[in-house]
């Protein structure tokens, strides 16, 4: 993965953007989740107006062999709508907080979209075939009375001896015989059509705002989390679900903490973990017991005195929580940095990665118009070897785990051109500016990429800022 950082390997360049151009930006059309299938083939994004669109790898155009086949509109649904809680008075949003695929086992494609409060099973399918010949009309285009069908088309068996090595058989000349015009349905060819359904509607199961879902490693079940409970469902059964994390105080004046994510563990079924608003993740073993009020194993990096702040609590926050594909290890997310962390090492993270410390300076105005509470998420690329997340004016970044290198780039319609090589960005943090850089003073706080995803075998990233998906791959030499 040198070219994360611009090695001699590959160059990240511009492929596509999605979206609208548009100065003022509609809220309900800003993307609130981006997710690749298992495949890669499939692209999921979901916005703050229930809305979920899937785009579909296309494959490799003859005339253009150097670019990789485009993603395109596959489907477009509403998966949420908007609700009234009347018990609570409370308006319930339909934006789309996460998304998550499910394997595929079978031509349909499957996976699950929540918003505050209801999760969703959606099936994505193909036809490309109709029925025709429901014996509704008559020969001359009337419609039939069903009443009056008495018969169906018959079949007379009628044997035929013949004589065969001195055995004598039998035979069947199989005539048929119609006796009445009433005929069996066939299926004709139609122009194509994705359909997407909802199989599974999983509600009533959460007080607080859902922050995660989860598929489990056995694929049948998944886990969904608020801010104090942790609720792991079957993917058949939307009636119940079994509470296996709880941590709401009998008395909420004493509450000191919030789940803020929760993720299964790739390979073992039993194990998943979850992070909190104060900076440590507990990972649990549902072999253990069936409320997992006790932690198998407890992640938390002693904190520096001499560094401590009014907004050390607030940026220790975890926001998102990633185990690796091996399973061997999991990445988190707080404001300032990344983090890896070994899960046979409880103590501290083996790896940390400066997102934008330049901004640390800058805490006391970010607190004042909210960014600081903004939750970015993080993702590994196929083989582990890199890891990416988002910061303020529409940078995300790149790390190299291998080589340590790291590399700032920017989601920007004016690189948008088609094979446009992505220029490396860099922020000045004080003293003379370079011809390049960018300074901290000059970045904009409403540009900023909370939402990214790699795909899981190519270097392919979709970046999601603001209204728009810009989707990058590598530029081979």
Same mark, same amino acid.
């Given at each position: 993965?040198?070219?994360?950082?611009?090695?001699?390997?590959?160059?990240?360049?511009?492929?596509?953007?999605?979206?609208?151009?548009?100065?003022?930006?509609?809220?309900?059309?800003?993307?609130?989740?981006?997710?690749?299938?298992?495949?890669?083939?499939?692209?999921?994004?979901?916005?703050?107006?229930?809305?979920?669109?899937?785009?579909?790898?296309?494959?490799?155009?003859?005339?253009?062999?150097?670019?990789?086949?485009?993603?395109?509109?596959?489907?477009?649904?509403?998966? @949420?709508? #908007?609700?009234?809680?009347y018990?609570?008075?409370?308006?319930?949003?339909?934006?789309?907080?996460?998304?998550?695929?499910? #394997?595929?086992?079978?031509?349909? @494609?499957?996976?699950?979209?929540?918003?505050?409060?209801?999760?969703?099973?959606?099936?994505?399918?193909?036809?490309?075939?109709?029925?025709?010949?429901?014996?509704?009309?008559?020969?001359?285009?009337?419609?039939?009375?069903?009443?009056?069908?008495?018969?169906?088309?018959?079949?007379?068996?009628?044997?035929?001896?013949?004589?065969?090595?001195?055995?004598?058989?039998?035979?069947?000349?199989?005539?048929?015989?119609?006796?009445?015009?009433?005929?069996?349905?066939?299926?004709?060819?139609?122009?194509?059509?994705?359909?997407?359904?909802p199989?599974?509607?999983?509600?009533?199961?959460?007080?607080?705002?859902i922050?995660s879902?989860?598929?489990?490693?056995?694929?049948?079940?998944?886990?969904?989390?608020? +801010?104090?409970?942790?609720?792991?469902?079957?993917?058949?059964?939307?009636?119940?679900?079994?509470?296996?994390?709880?941590?709401?105080?009998?008395?909420?004046?004493?509450?000191?903490?919030?789940?803020?994510?929760?993720?299964?563990?790739?390979?073992?079924?039993?194990?998943?973990?979850?992070?909190?608003?104060?900076?440590t993740?507990?990972?649990?073993?549902?072999?253990?017991?069936?409320?997992?009020?006790?932690?198998?194993?407890?992640?938390?990096?002693?904190?520096?005195?001499?560094?401590?702040?009014?907004?050390?609590?607030?940026?220790?926050?975890?926001?998102?929580?990633?185990?690796? @594909?091996?399973?061997?290890?999991?990445?988190?997310? +707080?404001?300032?940095?990344?983090?890896?962390w070994?899960?046979?090492?409880?103590?501290r993270?083996?790896?940390?990665?400066?997102?934008?410390?330049?901004?640390?300076?800058?805490?006391?105005?970010?607190?004042?118009?909210?960014?600081?509470?903004?939750?970015?998420?993080?993702?590994?690329?196929g083989?582990?070897?890199?890891?990416?997340?988002?910061?303020?004016?529409?940078?995300?970044?790149?790390?190299?785990?291998?080589?340590?290198?790291?590399?700032?780039?920017?989601?920007?319609?004016?690189?948008?051109k088609?094979?446009?090589?992505?220029?490396?960005?860099?922020?000045?943090?004080?003293?003379?500016r370079?011809?390049?850089?960018?300074?901290?003073?000059?970045?904009?706080?409403?540009?900023?990429?909370?939402?990214?995803?790699?795909?899981?075998?190519?270097?392919?990233?979709?970046?999601?800022?603001?209204?728009?998906?810009?989707?990058?791959?590598?530029k081979?030499?």
């Amino acid at each position: 993965m040198a070219g994360v950082a611009g090695g001699n390997d590959f160059q990240w360049c511009f492929s596509q953007v999605k979206g609208a151009i548009d100065e003022d930006v509609a809220e309900a059309d800003i993307i609130s989740t981006v997710e690749f299938n298992y495949s890669g083939e499939l692209l999921a994004t979901g916005d703050k107006g229930g809305r979920v669109v899937i785009f579909q790898h296309e494959q490799e155009s003859k005339n253009r062999p150097h670019l990789r086949g485009e993603y395109n509109v596959y489907s477009t649904f509403q998966s @949420h709508e #908007p609700e009234f809680d009347y018990l609570k008075s409370l308006e319930i949003e339909e934006k789309i907080n996460k998304i998550r695929w499910l #394997p595929q086992q079978n031509a349909a @494609h499957f996976l699950l979209s929540t918003n505050d409060k209801t999760i969703k099973l959606w099936k994505i399918s193909e036809r490309d075939k109709r029925a025709e010949g429901y014996n509704l009309k008559d020969e001359d285009g009337r419609l039939r009375d069903p009443f009056r069908i008495t018969s169906l088309r018959v079949c007379s068996l009628r044997p035929v001896p013949f004589v065969n090595r001195a055995v004598y058989s039998f035979t069947y000349n199989v005539v048929l015989k119609r006796v009445s015009y009433f005929q069996v349905p066939v299926l004709m060819p139609m122009d194509l059509m994705v359909e997407a359904s909802p199989r599974r509607i999983f509600a009533n199961a959460h007080t607080y705002h859902i922050n995660s879902i989860s598929v489990n490693s056995d694929h049948e079940t998944y886990l969904s989390a608020d +801010d104090l409970r942790i609720n792991l469902w079957h993917l058949e059964i939307t009636d119940r679900s079994f509470n296996i994390v709880d941590i709401k105080p009998a008395n909420m004046e004493e509450l000191t903490e919030v789940i803020t994510a929760a993720e299964c563990h790739p390979l073992q079924c039993n194990v998943f973990v979850y992070s909190s608003s104060k900076g440590t993740i507990r990972l649990c073993d549902t072999r253990a017991a069936a409320l997992c009020d006790r932690q198998a194993k407890f992640f938390e990096e002693p904190e520096d005195p001499s560094s401590r702040s009014f907004f050390s609590e607030i940026i220790s926050s975890i926001s998102d929580v990633k185990f690796s @594909h091996s399973g061997r290890y999991m990445m988190t997310r +707080d404001y300032l940095s990344v983090k890896v962390w070994d899960l046979n090492m409880e103590n501290r993270p083996v790896e940390t990665y400066q997102v934008h410390e330049y901004l640390r300076s800058k805490l006391c105005s970010l607190y004042e118009n909210d960014c600081i509470f903004d939750k970015f998420e993080c993702c590994w690329n196929g083989s582990d070897s890199a890891i990416m997340t988002g910061s303020y004016n529409n940078f995300f970044r790149m790390f190299d785990r291998n080589t340590r290198r790291d590399i700032t780039l920017e989601a920007s319609r004016e690189s948008s051109k088609p094979r446009a090589t992505l220029k490396p960005r860099k922020v000045s943090t004080g003293g003379k500016r370079k011809k390049d850089e960018i300074s901290v003073d000059s970045l904009d706080f409403n540009k900023k990429i909370l939402h990214t995803a790699w795909h899981p075998k190519d270097n392919v990233i979709a970046v999601a800022a603001t209204n728009n998906l810009y989707i990058f791959q590598d530029k081979i030499n």
